[in-house]
């Protein structure tokens, strides 16, 4: 349980994907103007990140490193980028049906945004990070799942500085897109001291 706290932790927290990691700044940036649109692709994301670390795994455990395949002299782990990034192309186009069918104004909101969680690298990041630390299918998911609550998070509070910066007087240089810029790396900077607690 310890380790799972610890994995969880650190995922949300300390290497948050984001604004430490640097992976998946396409939506972080593009998304965040609005929160209740941050807000829906952050659980979009959190959806996605959390049943493609489940299903990753198990592909991962049964299929590409199976035993029984190894002691015959056939090892498949090669092929894990691609089918990772089939599993993932699968999901997003079920959160797109879903959130169409479901959620019209969010899917509208979202518009290219959430077919681009295909090649959000958060999500392809965090599966081969669970492969690469030799994680179980439980600290598969525990990983998915925190990483996704810490985009959330990050997303979240991005969309609630542009909110707040909007009836700000922004000097003219700084406007637009360096203002955006900069408030991001002002929260990549606060997040990193964090680095080195876990």
Excluded: W
Aim: proline share 3%.
């Amino acid at each position: 349980m310890k380790e799972l706290l610890l994995i969880a932790v650190g995922s949300a927290i300390v290497n948050n994907v984001v604004l430490s990691q640097f992976l998946g700044i396409c939506p972080f940036l593009g998304v965040s103007k609005k929160t209740e649109t941050a807000a829906g692709m952050g659980g979009a994301v959190i959806f996605v990140i959390t049943l493609s670390s489940f299903v990753t795994a198990v592909i991962y455990k049964f299929i590409l490193a199976n035993e029984s395949l190894m002691k015959m002299g056939i090892d498949l782990t090669y092929l894990k980028t691609i089918v990772y990034i089939l599993v993932i192309a699968c999901l997003v186009q079920f959160v797109e049906m879903f959130l169409k069918k479901q959620m019209p104004p969010l899917y509208e909101s979202l518009g290219v945004y959430l077919p681009l969680i295909t090649t959000n690298c958060a999500v392809l990041g965090v599966a081969l990070t669970n492969v690469t630390k030799e994680y179980g299918i439980l600290e598969s998911v525990v990983n998915g799942l925190a990483t996704a609550v810490g985009f959330f998070s990050a997303i979240v509070r991005r969309a609630g500085v542009r909110e707040k910066i909007e009836y700000n007087d922004i000097p003219k240089p700084f406007q637009g897109t360096a203002i955006v810029l900069i408030t991001a790396a002002l929260m990549s900077i606060a997040f990193m001291g964090f680095s080195g607690m876990i």
